[in-house]
């Protein structure tokens, strides 16, 4: 995936082919960060670029579950992007691509990312968070299934004046901007 942030290009893709301390590796990287051991099934490279000329790059490697990289599991802000990768984000500055923090959010996976107001609703399996641009948790709300549904409907839908959730079993809720469920269906 290629995105453009002011006059940055940044890349970003999956680079399964990584190992941790191996002269083999086709691509080398700057900044390489990653949990305590070494078995990753989640290897997100991010490269940013400016008049073609490549500034930096990264990789972060994650054990957990793979639920791949889509444009909603991403934002890019104030310099920053935040990523969501198995069960938690990181934020990079951009364009070093240094780490400025990266935290676990669910406790199985984040699938999306959504700007809202100054902070960010994360999506994830078991919770959906409200999180500050700093990773703090402001409220959490778990349902009673998880917030995946196979009949495509979405999951989460943010209004004017609630945020509407949609669970595994169609359980339908909806909460303030607090996190306080309003209603239940």
């Known amino acids: ?66 639920n791949g990289l889509t444009e909603n599991s991403l934002i890019i802000n104030d310099n920053k992007i935040w990523i969501c990768i198995s069960n938690k984000i990181y934020c990079l500055e951009i364009p070093s691509l240094k780490l400025i923090y990266h935290k676990k ?11 809202f107001k100054d902070d960010f609703i994360i999506h994830g399996e078991l919770e959906i968070f409200r999180i500050t ?5 402001k409220w959490s709300f778990s349902g009673k299934d998880i917030w995946v549904n196979i009949e495509g409907k979405q999951e989460v839908e943010i209004k004017d004046d609630r945020i509407k959730l949609i669970d595994f079993e169609n359980n339908e809720y909806e909460i303030d901007f607090n996190g306080i469920e309003i209603s239940e269906k």
């Open 105 to 115: 959010l669910d406790s199985v996976t984040n699938f999306t990312i959504y700007k």
């Open 133 to 137: 641009q700093l990773g703090d948790i």
């Open 1 to 66: 995936m290629k995105l453009n942030y002011k006059n940055f290009e940044i890349e970003i893709f999956n680079d399964g082919s990584f190992k941790l301390h191996s002269a083999d590796n086709t691509s080398s990287y700057k900044n390489v960060y990653y949990s305590d051991n070494d078995d990753f099934n989640n290897k997100i490279a991010v490269r940013t670029f400016e008049n073609s000329q490549e500034i930096s790059n990264a990789i972060i490697c994650e054990n957990g579950t793979t």
